[in-house]
């Protein structure tokens, strides 16, 4: 959801949560004889600061170690450069303030590629796409079918503008997932609209496809790329996190992290890098 498009005003009134931030906690050590994979700066030399919230299955934090598709991904490429992962917890919409402030080195959490975002922070390119699943008993995957049944979604997706117009009084419009998931369950509404990924990880016992193409839902028709942010300055770290995203794609070893979250390999399959507008 991440902020799946978080405002750039929303920015600046969430800049003062960022002082508020948890602390950092680190986790794992280098070795002396390691030989990093590229030369860049960070915010605190041999370390890489992350800002994240938890947003299982992208990220969770587990004591000091971050978790998850994102968590095992910014690990992997901590590893070939030779730091030391630091955690720095926040609020939701305080992550991005913290990037674009210089306090962190990247934010992890399944942040899309905005055209919004790319203003005020670097977006490295593309580590998997985002896909709108539709969340239900029968394993519903045509959107078109959802008129007259009582729909839940999440505030913040791509979606929910053209959910709106098409399902109109049948679409209701929660704030959290957890909301949502608590009436899916207690049958207070028919189906639940989430990405593949949260609704696959927090609905055992439904069914979770990914929405068929719909020209009246353009989310539908393009799944959203997710990225790292990273502040707009460091110029040498993101060209160092795209090569290192590149080589986990060539490997094969984006695709197994993938799937060891629980999501589909098929998830890495990004195309070529593009912004939502």
């Not at 991904?73 to 303030?97: Q, S, Y």
């Not at 934010?107 to 239900?136: C, F, G, H, N």
């Not at 209701?172 to 899916?184: A, E």
């Amino acid at each position: 959801m991440h902020l799946r498009k978080t405002l750039i005003c929303a920015a600046a009134l969430a800049m003062a949560g960022t002082m508020a931030a948890c602390g950092g906690a680190s986790d794992s050590t280098v070795s002396a004889n390691c030989t990093p994979a590229h030369d860049f700066s960070t915010v605190n030399k041999g370390t890489l600061t992350v800002a994240l919230y938890d947003l299982p299955p992208f990220s969770k934090l587990d004591g000091k170690s971050i978790s998850g598709v994102d968590g095992d991904l910014i690990n992997a490429i901590a590893k070939k450069e030779c730091l030391t992962v630091t955690a720095k917890p926040a609020a939701t919409a305080a992550v991005i303030p913290m990037v674009q402030a210089g306090r962190a080195d990247v934010a992890v959490a399944d942040w899309y590629r905005t055209a919004e975002r790319a203003k005020i922070v670097a977006l490295s390119d593309p580590l998997y796409t985002d896909q709108m699943a539709i969340i239900s008993k029968s394993g519903i995957t045509d959107i078109a079918t959802l008129k007259g049944k009582k729909v839940g979604t999440v505030d913040g997706y791509l979606w929910v503008g053209d959910m709106k117009k098409f399902l109109g009084g049948d679409l209701k419009v929660y704030s959290t997932t957890l909301n949502m998931n608590q009436d899916l369950k207690a049958g207070r509404i028919d189906v639940g609209i989430d990405s593949y990924g949260s609704g696959k990880f927090n609905n055992k016992n439904l069914k979770v496809e990914v929405a068929q193409s719909n020209p009246n839902v353009a989310a539908s028709q393009e799944g959203a790329q997710a990225s790292f942010p990273v502040p707009l300055s460091n110029k040498k770290l993101l060209a160092a996190l795209n090569e290192d995203i590149a080589e986990l794609h060539k490997s094969g070893d984006l695709a197994k992290i993938l799937t060891k979250n629980g999501l589909d390999a098929s998830a890495a399959d990004t195309g070529a890098p593009r912004l939502i507008e």
